[in-house]
């Protein structure tokens, strides 16, 4: 009995101890911020002038040191979970489609249930997270609120 009870409390520590550390993200949460790390490359376009001449002039975001680096280095990551879950759709749709591409109305409801299903699995990704400070916001007034949710599964939350 004895055992049990110190093997129990080391369960809760150990669980304790993965409560504080990040979870991995969701499919659901790979799209959503892989679509946030795009809009943070794409950066911002001005219309230049050059005496009559107009040309498009592109600026990147000024972001914190590194996190462009650990941004690019992210995404390939996030590419490859999101290749996994697109296959995963598809085989989904394969199974619900009768041996056709298309799912039709009367499995419309399984379907709809399984892929918020797939969508709500975990990806395994462990992604790293970054300070909202280190967007420069100040900086970089043309960062959407948009971008932002988008980015929010991957932002420190303590820091804002």
């Known amino acids: 009995m004895q055992f049990i ?15 504080s550390k990040p979870a991995a993200l969701t499919y659901e949460q790979v799209e959503s911020v892989l679509a946030g790390l ?5 950066g911002t376009d001005q219309i230049a002038k050059d005496g009559a001449q107009e040309h498009v002039v592109h600026h ?8 462009r680096v650990q941004n690019g280095l992210l995404e390939a990551r996030l590419l490859d979970a999101d290749r996994t879950y697109t296959q995963a759709k598809n085989a989904l749709v ?21 892929a918020q ?3 709500q699995t975990s990806s395994g990704l462990v992604p790293p997270h970054f300070k909202m400070e280190e967007l420069k916001l100040k900086d970089n007034p043309d960062i ?17």
Do not use: C, W
Request: aromatic share 6%; net charge negative.
């Open 5 to 19: 009870k110190i093997a129990m409390l080391f369960l809760s520590l150990a669980h304790a101890e993965d409560a």
């Open 38 to 42: 795009m809009g943070l490359d794409k």
């Open 60 to 67: 990147a975001f000024n972001l914190g040191e590194g996190l």
């Open 94 to 114: 394969r199974q619900y489609a009768d041996g056709g591409d298309k799912v039709p109305d009367k499995n419309r409801i399984e379907f709809e249930a399984a």
């Open 117 to 119: 299903k797939l969508a």
């Open 144 to 160: 959407t609120s948009s971008i932002i949710a988008l980015l929010q599964p991957i932002i420190d939350e303590t820091s804002q």
